[in-house]
């Protein structure tokens, strides 16, 4: 299991090495650099903006600029921003990353404390009334674009009815406040989760019906156990066993709707932060937080697999 | 000898949205203390749903015991609540299945599964059901019993999973154990082995057994009293020494002529032509009638009865319609 781990982690190198080359070339590919909203200040003139772009090394040919980038990040030294002049990208980039990260965990665990019971109270039941709502609940769910479900809830709840925050992490300027916090984090993690939580749900109901039809539960029933302890202890470990690879799968999900959801809500986080690097063309911040990205990536699909054998006793690495 | 079960009348029918499926029709079966008897019959003759009958495990929404009696002792079980009914399951009555390679559950541990019911059931600790579990598993044959309860299914092969079904089967010391096609999926050398094991355990613990099968071979092996369903009724009863020589039924005659035998040099495999008819379409006479050799006009028309011919044999055929009660 250790030398798996081992193997697996040393595996994601060339990976990482092969996201890296793919996003700096198709970065670089996007028309327009950095300098492009400088020129709308006139108090800068052409020949400073050829200064710059020669002093950032921008002139260079690509793969120039690329390994030099590359020489850079072995060293761990990943830029500073072209825009946020002098600022290193990591300072940047740390100062936001614990609230994208709360808000991913919050949204992740609520998908997975709503989706997994309603999951298995549908299977039990299939074709009753239950089943029947949820399971348009979660057609709802996964259909609703989560940019307008934001919108949505912001006017309703924030704007008519006034119940929640309409955007921030915090209220400005009143000391910090662990339930104001929770305040401003419930309305973007429901909207961040909604998707999620909807195929997961849908996702645990099948499994768990394809499992409850299994002969070891028509054994575990002949034993004369009762109905809950025949579902609970022989049938949830197993119907779970598909459901966290859907889990460690979501992480890539997260990171996508973290930045629509970022936005909505005006959410300190990566998120917002990439969007504003992705406009303004401001390189070493892309990169970095496209790194950042495909390592929790490559982390959730990692935890997925260690799961898996720790559940599944058939799975030995 | 005693009765254990008595089963009278019992009617199990699916409630499909457009029609209704009489699976098992009118069913009457005996048991004794310490019998063997082998219900034999095709797919889809009823056998299996018989069986999950007993156990109070009709598949549910749709299948429901509408009608009859079924009676382990003085206890009617189509009477009893749900809770009660599981305090019967695995302890009274317990059950092995005909695919031991997924009748155990792949995430818990042979000694788990075990263990599981012996605590359920006789209220005992873990430490006491641990080592009953392991004795259990000596007696049907683990030679490393303290090992193979640390193992999971997936390292034992199909015989070895049967015998810890058996093993699971047997911890309560049930009164009946019904074994639903035990040996169907296992290789041939196995299948000998684990009816020996099923001999042997039905004396030492003086279990009856219902078998439920269609493999005659089994059925000479184990069986006492032969009974014969076909679609959804008992067509012919009669003891082991008697059903092979002398089968009164042309269905039953059928069955037994479509085994090979090692001496007789057959051209070409005796089979029955058809299928049993679908439950839900019926034909208004005897519901062999349309396979049956013997056929003639009154079949078509009238249902028969099953009809007592001595006092150990009885059989559903007009054939034998005028034989008062011989003997």
């Known amino acids: 299991m250790i030398a798996y781990i081992i193997r697996r982690i040393i595996l994601t190198i060339p990976l990482l090495l092969g996201v890296s080359v793919l996003s700096f070339g198709i970065v670089q590919l996007a028309p327009g650099d950095p300098t492009a909203l400088m020129m709308d200040n006139p108090g800068i003139s052409q020949e400073d903006r050829e200064a710059f772009l020669e002093e950032q090394g921008l002139n260079d040919p690509v793969h120039v600029q690329y390994v030099r980038w590359l020489g850079d990040i072995v060293t761990g030294d990943f830029g500073e921003s072209l825009i946020y002049q002098g600022t290193p990208v990591t300072e940047l980039i740390m100062a936001r990353l614990p609230n994208t990260l709360l808000l991913m965990v919050v949204s992740a665990l609520l998908a997975i404390v709503v989706a997994i019971p309603f999951g298995i109270v549908s299977a039990r039941k299939p074709y009753s009334l239950t089943d029947y709502t949820v399971t348009t609940a979660s057609f709802l769910g996964m259909a609703t674009p989560n940019f307008w479900f934001g919108l949505v809830l912001i006017m309703l709840l924030s704007v008519h009815l006034g119940w929640f925050p309409s955007g921030g992490v915090a209220t400005l300027n009143e000391p910090f406040s662990l339930l104001d916090r929770i305040h401003h984090l419930i309305l973007p993690a429901i909207v961040l989760a909604t998707a999620e939580t909807a195929s997961l749900t849908r996702y645990t109901r099948s499994s768990m019906l394809d499992v409850l039809d299994q002969d070891y539960i028509r054994t575990a029933r002949a034993k004369g156990f009762k109905q809950r302890k025949v579902v609970y202890k022989h049938g949830l470990r197993n119907g779970l066993i598909p459901v966290l690879t859907l889990i460690g799968l979501m992480l890539p999900t997260f990171i996508g709707g973290s930045v629509v959801t970022e936005k909505i809500f005006n959410w300190p986080g990566i998120g917002l932060l990439f969007i504003d690097a992705t406009f303004q063309r401001d390189y070493p911040m892309i990169m970095a937080i496209t790194m950042i990205s495909a390592t929790l990536v490559i982390i959730g699909n990692l935890i997925a697999d260690i799961l898996y054998a720790i559940f599944d006793p058939r799975i030995e690495y | ?327």
């Open chain 2, 1 to 327: 000898m005693a009765s254990l079960l008595n089963i009278e009348n019992l009617k199990t029918y699916f409630f499909q949205k457009k029609h209704v499926v009489p699976a098992v029709d009118g069913v009457d079966l005996k048991l004794n203390k310490g019998e063997t008897v082998a219900l034999v019959g095709e797919s889809g003759s009823g056998k299996s749903m018989t069986s999950l009958s007993i156990m109070g495990l009709v598949p549910k929404p749709g299948g429901e015991i509408v009608d009859g009696k079924i009676m382990l002792e003085d206890i009617n079980l189509t009477e009893l609540s749900e809770d009660d009914m599981c305090k019967v399951r695995g302890k009274e009555i317990s059950m092995i299945f005909q695919e031991p390679m997924t009748s155990l559950n792949p995430v818990l541990t042979i000694g788990e599964q075990l263990v599981e019911v012996i605590t359920y059931h006789q209220g005992v600790n873990r430490a006491s059901a641990v080592e009953k579990a392991i004795e259990l598993l000596q007696i049907v044959g683990f030679s490393r019993a303290e090992e193979i309860i640390r193992d999971y299914p997936h390292r034992l092969s199909g015989g070895m999973r049967q015998r810890v079904m058996i093993a699971m089967a047997m911890s309560c010391n049930p009164k009946l154990l019904i074994a639903d096609e035990p040996t169907t999926a296992l290789d041939v050398t196995i299948q000998a082995q684990i009816l020996e094991l099923l001999k042997n355990l039905t004396k030492e613990f003086d279990t009856s057994i219902l078998l439920i099968t269609h493999d005659l071979g089994v059925v000479s092996e184990l069986a006492e009293r032969v009974i014969v369903m076909y679609a959804g009724e008992i067509v012919e009863e009669a003891p082991i020494d008697e059903i092979f020589d002398e089968p009164y039924h042309p269905y039953t005659e059928g069955l037994i002529k479509s085994v090979p035998t090692l001496t007789g040099e057959i051209e070409r495999l005796y089979s029955i032509k058809g299928n049993v008819p679908s439950p839900d379409s019926l034909p208004k006479g005897c519901r062999f009638a349309s396979r049956c050799n013997k056929v003639f006009g009154r079949c078509l028309e009238e249902k028969p009865q099953l009809k007592s011919i001595s006092n150990s044999r009885s059989v559903r055929c007009f054939l034998y319609d005028d034989e008062e009660e011989v003997e």
